[in-house]
């Protein structure tokens, strides 16, 4: 358009040196006002159009299309030919930002929403920004950018969380009470050998134990009264989660999604069991090691928000390094390390420092890669696919 224009512009001239019509002279000078009105009338237009996001925080499932809605309003009785929105968004893990540009026609006095569909393809929490907008005249000689208050705005920016995607696993669960690992919890559904904390007391039975009847509330009854004793429950079981950067070529997202899953899913099937546990990893923007409790659905939530607005980093061995490091580091039954990158000297640090009976190594991979024969002597290695993830974890003995 601005070719036409320019085109037009200079036979104008020509007609105008050539005929000394009054004609020519106004066609002439019509042409020489055009870009002067446009551009008065675009300034006033872009002063009265805005846009925003509609919805600030949101989630979606890591295989369904997430909608992501954009209100536009111009207040003004003019019309916006052409109205163009650049959206910047990238996935926290890994930092790489993309660019949507989208071009739209806005009428005057309008409100309009528009929603945009973006498949998500991997864990994590997506940030979309509204980088700039811009707007032109219908010859698309002048290109004005909206003003600070109409992008710069609260609702200029957007997250959307990815949520992972649950497997149902039947992996057996070793009891690790009776190795004495130091507890104030005792399970309030299943009795135990504990006599320090009573679990029930009720009517003695053939086979019950002398030991433990209850000789005060049995005089007061008037009847046999035995005592059951209580299962203490410690979070025998760890998850370290240890996020480093593959090095390889493969999909490192695909890799995460892997070790989210898994550890999710673990977790879960440990709460539905009703067997506590704990969930470390590094961060690598606080420089800290985080760790979590998880004994209910709340904690563990929290747990996989975390994990999705965490990032990857270079160094290896980090959570594990810092997991050891830790003052008054209690021991526990099992460890289940995780990692996307091969590491003989995280389980021999482990190992050295004594802080469990048991571990084993969850190493993510992808189909890409060929298989390589890998051993480690102080842990179980269990390679877990990102396509085969329910049967890769099938081994698992927790």
Known sequence: ??????????????????????????????????????????????????????????????????????????????????????????????????????????????????????SAMHCGTVDFRIKRCKISDMLRLFSLRLGKNSTESIGSNCTITIMPEYVSLENPIDNYADMGLETDEYSKTQKGDDPSEIFDIRDYVDGDKLNRIHWKLSAKQDKTMVKDYSLPISNSITLLLELVRPKSDGDELARFDALIETAASVSNYLLENAVPHRVAFYDVVSGRLNELEINDDESHAEMISMLLSARLYDEQDMAVKYFIAADDRARCGHILYLSDVY??????????????????????????????EMYDEFAELIPVCSSRLAESVQELCL
């Open 1 to 118: 358009m601005p070719f036409l224009y320019m085109v037009l512009l200079i036979a104008s001239v020509f007609f105008y040196i050539l005929y000394e019509h009054a004609f020519s002279f106004y066609l002439f000078a019509f042409l020489l006002l055009v870009p002067i009105i446009l551009l008065i009338l675009t300034i006033y237009t872009a002063k009265r159009t805005s846009v925003s996001f509609v919805d600030r925080q949101s989630n979606a499932g890591r295989s369904a299309k997430m909608p992501v809605r954009l209100r536009v309003v111009n207040k003004s009785p003019l019309p916006c030919p052409n109205l163009l929105i650049e959206i910047e968004y990238c996935n926290l893990l890994d930092g790489k930002k993309t660019v949507l540009k989208i071009n739209t026609p806005v009428y005057p006095h309008e409100d309009q929403l528009m929603t945009l569909t973006v």
């Open 343 to 372: 590491s003989p000297l995280a389980t021999e640090l482990l190992s050295d420092a004594e802080l469990a009976n048991k571990y084993t190594y969850l190493l993510m991979t992808d189909d890409r890669e060929e298989p390589v």
